[in-house]
């Protein structure tokens, strides 16, 4: 039986109203030697039947449900685990590949690399406004030895928190630690930079993703995930300088009052994360900036970022975005965003 050289794996959830778009996309450019593999985590929304439909239809789709949820990186595991390909793409479950991606990805896999990155545009939800060209402003594509490493860490691990971008060696996989990333949402980062370091790593320059902004699931935990679980887990790498470090991402980005305020600003950050998160031993004037920040107007608060980031030199559209679409965005903000904008422009 001949082993597909690649296995799209795709871990999903609540995913119904999506899935079907990111499949069609996958399978126009389908070809002999590409399976994909999806892993449904106990999705309680029409998932099943989406893909039942997909799944009859289309005989290179190996569809698996999961009779409980185990999360996110349990389910990309799984998916890996179950995947006969050489290689295996961890794609996401509602973005989008563009045409010629699978064609480009089989192409590199030629040179025997342990692992591609994969670039990606990002596009609003309804992907009708385009706010980034491509995420990683590679001129052309790279690849890193094992010498190599803490360049790779710092060029690259803060996009590694997209997990479409991954395609990795399955046999690679398979041999690193997998289960104490379980829950850190982070898997994929979790094995791609403990040791031993790969020795052979390419990235893609063109964007070969289309990723839908602003449809994250875990929107309701975002203070949790990128105050404290990322950086916990960026940090806890042995291998890599303090200074490489820092410029992925703060250690303790909780402690900034204009990561605090902003979180507000977004509906992230209130008296309940407060209660939550901050500890004792913190000292008594930190605890009182964050204390105030967590009870301070959340419609106010959304103005003044709006303000701040429509008016910095390089408006940033995807911050704009999150907080007009948070639920602390009002009428104000949203004048505030028409008429700031008009003038950056």
């Known amino acids: 039986m001949l082993i597909p050289k690649l296995s799209i794996c795709i871990a999903t959830f ?121 995420r990683l402003i590679f001129d052309q594509d790279k690849v890193y030895r094992a010498e190599d490493r803490e360049a790779f860490f710092i060029e690259t691990a803060a996009y590694l928190s997209f997990i479409g971008c991954v395609v990795i060696k399955r046999a690679f996989w398979m041999t690193r630690e997998r289960a104490t990333y379980y829950g850190s949402l982070f898997i994929h980062v979790g094995v791609i930079f403990q040791n031993p370091p790969l020795s052979n790593v390419r990235v893609i320059a063109e964007p070969l993703i289309t990723i839908r902004y602003g449809n994250a699931m875990w929107t309701s ?43 507000r600003a977004l509906g992230a950050y209130s008296l309940t994360e407060y209660r939550k998160f901050w500890r004792g031993d913190i000292g008594k004037l930190e605890k009182l900036i964050a204390l105030t920040v967590s009870i301070f107007p959340a419609s106010l608060a959304n103005l003044v970022m709006i303000t701040y980031f429509t008016l910095t030199p390089k408006p940033t559209g995807m911050a704009v975005h999150d907080l007009l679409f948070s639920k602390n965005a009002g009428a104000l903000s949203r004048f505030a965003a028409s008429i700031l904008s008009r003038g950056a422009h």
């Open 221 to 263: 935990r975002s203070f949790e995930i990128w105050m404290f679980k990322w950086p916990g887990l960026i940090w806890s790498f042995p291998d890599f300088s303090e200074k490489a470090k820092r410029v992925v991402c703060r250690r303790e980005p909780w402690r900034s009052a204009k990561a605090l305020f902003h979180n």
């Open 14 to 134: 609540k995913r119904g109203r999506f899935i079907g778009e990111t499949l069609e996309s996958i399978l126009a450019q389908l070809q002999p030697g590409v399976e994909i593999v999806v892993v449904d985590g106990a999705s309680p929304d029409d998932t099943p039947e989406v893909m039942a439909r997909y799944a009859e239809a289309h005989p290179g789709i190996r569809y698996f449900r999961e009779a409980q949820n185990s999360g996110v990186d349990a389910d990309f595991d799984k998916a890996v685990s179950y995947a006969k390909g050489e290689y295996c793409w961890l794609m996401t479950d509602d973005d989008l590949l563009r045409p010629g991606a699978v064609a480009a990805v089989l192409s590199a896999l030629e040179g025997h690399d342990d692992l591609i990155i994969v670039n990606s545009e990002v596009l609003n939800v309804d992907l009708s406004e385009l706010f980034e060209k491509q």
